[in-house]
């Protein structure tokens, strides 16, 4: 399907593809104003959270080296992990992420640069090994820093203080996410996701406004569709653009929304009229996923099959069933469709009547009739939920100790807008207040993909030593201060 289109939707994509904008940065403090011995360590700090690569000036004192500098370099995106190890590490996610190596330098002076482009603020440099007749200079650490995002677009937001910080590190985070695409986390996974793109697409409408980006974007995934046409959860681009084989139901649905928010943003109707056919695809592939008499979707205890949060213990067949609708209904703004409006109406009243808890205001979900705030939030957007009953059941959710939390920033932008939907901008600030200034409160110069206020160690893979500490979809909270939604 569409495969006579792909060449050409590639072809768009690669002409698209961003020139980087390059800044030389050097070290505020840390550089060593002595020569090193053998088990010296020096912390280089940045200053502020860069992506790109390193280079070292580095000589010597003493005789002519007679042996290797053997060094440990580890580049960290904020403090926390310059104390952690891989020491015990056996989670399912490749520990390769952990951003250290270790270089032997036989010839001094030289000037050595990373081959591996790295996202951090501080470079902490260990050394293993020197001999006893030389000792080591660092005269100069020089970071070839590179960014798709014009930072002379935007304005610095004034007014409250916390605010205003909220803000400029949210940008940070969506500045770095910003190279050839935009990336989900420039150290973890560097790659294009779907759910990531769509909350990176919406900052960068208020923000950066780089618009081509999100095109070139809209059209990798395009792309890389499968035969059927539906779209991977996440691609790669090197050495070739190529679908990675993980497919998720929500992620190939918000290609629809995705489309839809970049043409109002932009005005390019006509991106948005080439690739709607592909966008309508996604529902009809869903459809098999449906009970043609029950009209409510089948669930399913395959790792990842619906992503909504990384809460592992989240059911998420109602969420399922409330993406899938609002999907639609962003399907719906861009083409007219009777028919599709009626299935809307069937499987909205259907989840209502099988999911619905009137009693206690909740929606419940899977056999097990699970409570999770994710399950609120989604009845809110998709509106199975209005009015006062849309209300209510967030209400209810916060007043409920049992219901499973959230855990993700990319979630809690999801609650958020739902507070906002429902009239609780009040709440809303207050709940983005709340949660990314605790992040603040730690010291970050960018938001993390993982953050749970009461467990430091949040982490589905199994360690916080390979999460992602600058996480693309963790930026948008300048979209909610820039855009008015949170305004009364
Ligand atoms: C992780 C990444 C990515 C996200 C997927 C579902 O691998 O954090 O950002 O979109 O999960």
Redesign the pocket.
Same mark, same amino acid.
């Given at each position: 399907m569409f495969e006579n289109r792909k060449k050409e939707w590639l072809r768009i994509a690669h002409s698209l593809k961003p020139t980087l904008q390059h800044e030389t940065v050097r070290p505020v403090s840390g550089l060593p104003g002595h020569a090193l011995t053998e088990n010296d360590s020096v912390i280089l700090d940045f200053g502020n959270h860069y992506v790109g690569h390193l280079t070292l000036k580095l000589s010597s004192q003493g005789s002519h080296p007679d042996a290797p500098a053997w060094l440990s370099v580890k580049f960290c995106e904020n403090e926390r992990e310059l104390g952690e190890t891989l020491e015990g590490y056996n989670g399912w996610i490749s520990k390769g992420w952990v951003q250290q190596e270790q270089i032997h330098i036989d010839v001094l002076p030289t000037q050595y640069s990373f081959p591996r482009r790295y996202a951090f603020r501080y470079v902490k440099i260990d050394i293993l090994a020197l001999s006893s007749k030389y000792q080591l200079v660092i005269e100069d650490a020089v970071l070839d820093a590179t960014t798709s995002a014009d930072s002379s677009r935007i304005a610095p937001l004034s007014g409250d203080p916390l605010d205003t910080a909220i803000d400029r590190i949210a940008l940070r985070t969506l500045h770095s996410c910003m190279q050839d695409f935009f990336e989900? %986390?420039p150290k973890r996974?560097r790659r294009l996701?779907l %759910?990531?793109l769509r909350l990176q697409a919406l900052t960068n409408s208020v923000a950066y406004q780089n618009f081509d980006l999100v095109k070139r974007c809209l059209y990798l995934f395009a792309a890389v569709s499968d035969a059927d046409g539906r779209i991977p959860?996440?691609l790669f681009t090197e050495p070739e653009v190529e679908a990675d084989d993980t497919y998720?139901f929500d992620?190939s649905l918000f290609f629809i929304p995705t489309l839809w928010q970049y043409a109002m943003a932009s005005g390019d109707q006509e991106t948005m009229e080439d690739l709607l056919p592909l966008a309508l695809r996604q529902l009809e592939l869903a459809d098999a996923q449906f009970d043609p008499c029950t009209h409510l979707i089948q669930d399913s205890d395959v790792l %990842?099959w619906c992503?909504v949060d990384?809460a592992l213990p989240l059911n998420k067949q109602f969420c399922a069933q409330a993406i899938w609708i609002y999907c639609a209904n962003a399907a719906l703004k861009m083409k007219p469709d009777p028919a599709l409006k009626e299935k809307i109406a069937l499987r909205k009243e259907a989840a209502i009547r099988h999911w619905y808890d009137s009693k206690q205001h909740l929606f419940l979900s899977g056999a097990a009739r699970q409570i999770s705030w994710a399950s609120q939030v989604w009845a809110v957007l998709s509106g199975i939920a209005e009015g006062e009953m849309a209300s209510a059941c967030l209400n209810a959710v916060s007043a409920c100790p049992d219901a499973l939390p959230m855990v993700t920033p990319y979630m809690m932008h999801h609650y958020a807008e739902a507070l906002c939907q429902v009239g609780h901008r009040q709440q809303a600030r207050q709940v983005i207040r709340e949660y990314w200034g605790a992040m603040v409160a730690q010291g970050a110069d960018t938001f993390f993909?993982l953050f749970n206020p009461d467990n430091p160690d949040e982490s589905p893979y199994g360690s916080p030593v390979v999460n992602?500490f600058c996480?693309?979809?963790s930026c948008t909270p300048s979209w909610f201060l820039r855009s008015g939604m949170l305004n009364e």
């Open positions: 989900d %986390g996974d996701w %759910g990531d959860a996440c998720m992620y %990842g992503f990384w993909e992602s996480h693309a979809w």
